[in-house]
């Protein structure tokens, strides 16, 4: 089934076919360990529907694998082709970039990083044979790491990050992200990423539009960060809708300039029918 846009709510595009929900996760299902109240529900009634779900989020600590069971763990049934972490992203974007003699990697993040490089048959390595570092968040991060990939940096290899996130949600407040990480490489080692997989980049919301085979008319992206989410979704040319569950407070969108808002505002992913 496919759902219909009411056009007073989507004023710039009329009643348009919805065949994908490209879906943030961080401060739209979750909150930390909790579930964001409905979010459940809302999934098994898109899927009842026939709606494409893609799961689009600049965490890289956990793998495809390791989201799913995080998804379980909160009652919510998904599927590894669903999950789109940056993880699952760097490691396909160095396979597509790299020559095979230069699949070296070290990287800082969470295990998920590390699970999907090898997945992708990529070599983890140490630093001092790295042809490329992988930088996210990592919450095992120490001094020593930081400074092996900074001498990797300034040795010459390539320099990758997962995401730019100053900060990230969870039940009691924010904690610092993976952008404060790459900080410290760059600010020591005066070089900027490579590239920086994560949103607002459009890589993995193309890659999305690709494996689901959908045209970016025909999905909407649902997320809680202006300069993530919402940023994406403009530069990509994807409806968007904010949700007020996490990052973003309704009094933030009032500095807005027109092309930055989201097409839709809604408190929380329970009211996301509300739109349709
Ligand atoms: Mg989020």
């Given at each position: 089934?496919?759902?219909?846009?009411?056009p007073?709510?989507?004023?710039?595009?009329?009643?348009?076919?919805?065949?994908?929900?490209?879906?943030?996760?961080?401060?739209?299902?979750?909150?930390?360990?909790?579930?964001?109240?409905?979010?459940?529900?809302?999934?098994?009634?898109?899927?009842?529907?026939?709606?494409k779900?893609?799961?689009?989020?600049?965490?890289?600590?956990?793998?495809?694998?390791?989201?799913?069971?995080?998804m379980?763990?909160?009652?919510?049934?998904?599927?590894?082709?669903?999950?789109?972490?940056?993880?699952?992203?760097?490691?396909?974007?160095?396979?597509?970039?790299?020559?095979?003699?230069?699949?070296?990697?070290?990287?800082?993040?969470?295990?998920?990083v590390g699970?999907?490089?090898?997945?992708?048959?990529?070599?983890?390595?140490?630093?001092?044979?790295?042809?490329?570092?992988?930088?996210?968040?990592?919450?095992?991060?120490?001094?020593?790491?930081?400074?092996n990939?900074?001498?990797?940096?300034?040795?010459g290899?390539?320099?990758?990050?997962?995401?730019?996130?100053?900060?990230?949600?969870?039940?009691?407040?924010?904690?610092p992200?993976?952008?404060?990480?790459?900080?410290?490489?760059?600010?020591?080692?005066?070089?900027?990423?490579?590239?920086?997989?994560?949103?607002?980049?459009?890589?993995?919301?193309?890659?999305?539009?690709?494996?689901l085979?959908?045209?970016?008319?025909?999905?909407?992206?649902?997320?809680?960060?202006?300069?993530?989410?919402?940023?994406?979704?403009?530069?990509?040319?994807?409806?968007?809708?904010?949700?007020?569950?996490?990052?973003?407070?309704?009094?933030?969108?009032?500095?807005?300039?027109?092309?930055?808002?989201?097409?839709?505002?809604?408190?929380?992913?329970?009211?996301?029918?509300?739109?349709?």
């Amino acid at each position: 089934m496919i759902l219909n846009m009411i056009p007073s709510r989507f004023k710039s595009r009329d009643s348009v076919k919805i065949k994908a929900v490209i879906l943030d996760m961080d401060g739209v299902i979750y909150r930390g360990r909790t579930l964001i109240a409905g979010a459940d529900k809302v999934i098994v009634e898109l899927k009842k529907r026939g709606i494409k779900i893609a799961y689009l989020t600049n965490a890289c600590t956990r793998s495809r694998k390791g989201r799913v069971e995080k998804m379980k763990i909160l009652g919510i049934d998904a599927d590894e082709k669903e999950m789109f972490p940056t993880s699952y992203a760097v490691a396909k974007y160095i396979c597509a970039n790299y020559p095979k003699s230069k699949l070296n990697v070290f990287y800082i993040g969470g295990d998920g990083v590390g699970e999907e490089l090898i997945d992708a048959g990529i070599s983890v390595v140490d630093a001092k044979k790295a042809d490329i570092v992988v930088i996210g968040l990592d919450s095992k991060m120490t001094y020593e790491k930081m400074s092996n990939g900074f001498r990797a940096i300034i040795r010459g290899a390539d320099f990758i990050a997962t995401n730019i996130d100053a900060t990230f949600p969870v039940e009691d407040g924010l904690l610092p992200g993976a952008g404060a990480l790459v900080e410290f490489l760059s600010f020591a080692s005066g070089r900027k990423p490579k590239i920086v997989i994560g949103k607002p980049n459009t890589y993995v919301l193309d890659m999305i539009l690709k494996e689901l085979g959908v045209g970016k008319d025909e999905v909407v992206m649902v997320g809680d960060r202006l300069d993530s989410d919402i940023a994406v979704a403009k530069k990509a040319g994807v409806r968007s809708v904010l949700v007020l569950s996490g990052i973003t407070k309704k009094e933030d969108l009032n500095k807005l300039r027109q092309n930055e808002k989201p097409d839709a505002v809604i408190d929380s992913i329970r009211d996301l029918f509300s739109l349709f």
